[in-house]
């Protein structure tokens, strides 16, 4: 449930350079399992959805149409803390921490090789937004 679920989404950049396979090892190195996992690509309106909070926002169309421009891999993690955890490794949108794992895969701020829930309520969004229930919840 809540809590120890979270989503997250290997983006566009990092799939098409070949870092799926190391981003997946960097969460599961930190203690992550991989409760649901699809390697999929979103259209113009799943993006313009799952990005909807940011809409009007100037930066918005850009990430709509890098967001379409390729593959992604949407994972629904599981750990105690998740959300708070998996935030920690993946590190901020601006200027991302070294270790983190931006630093190591983003090319920019929008191409920033994987996205994170920010909160138990969104994790739970998110994770629906790509699966059934039934799929991560047991
Ligand atoms: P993420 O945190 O996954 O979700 C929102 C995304 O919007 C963010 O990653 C970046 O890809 C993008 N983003 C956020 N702020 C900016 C910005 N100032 N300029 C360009 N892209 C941004």
């Known amino acids: 449930m ?3 679920l979270t989503f997250s989404m290997i983006k ?3 799939t098409a350079k070949g870092y799926t396979g190391k981003i997946l090892d960097r969460f599961i190195g930190a203690g992550f399992g991989i409760r649901a996992m699809k390697w999929t690509r979103m259209n113009r309106d799943e993006a313009e959805r799952f990005y909807g909070v940011h809409k009007g926002k100037p930066f918005f169309d850009d990430l709509v149409a890098f967001m379409t421009s390729g593959n ?4 629904v993690l599981q ?3 998740a959300v708070a955890d998996y935030r920690q490794l993946i590190g901020a ?7 983190t794992v931006r630093h190591q895969f983003a090319e920019s701020t929008q191409c920033n090789a994987v996205h994170g829930s920010d909160s138990d309520e969104n994790a739970l969004i998110e994770c629906s937004f ?5 799929d991560f919840l047991s």
Do not use: M, R, S
């Open 79 to 81: 750990k105690d803390n």
């Open 130 to 134: 790509f699966f059934a229930q039934k």
């Open 2 to 4: 809540a809590g120890n």
């Open 72 to 75: 992604i891999v949407a994972i």
């Open 12 to 14: 566009p950049d990092a």
């Open 93 to 99: 949108t601006f200027d991302p921490a070294q270790g």
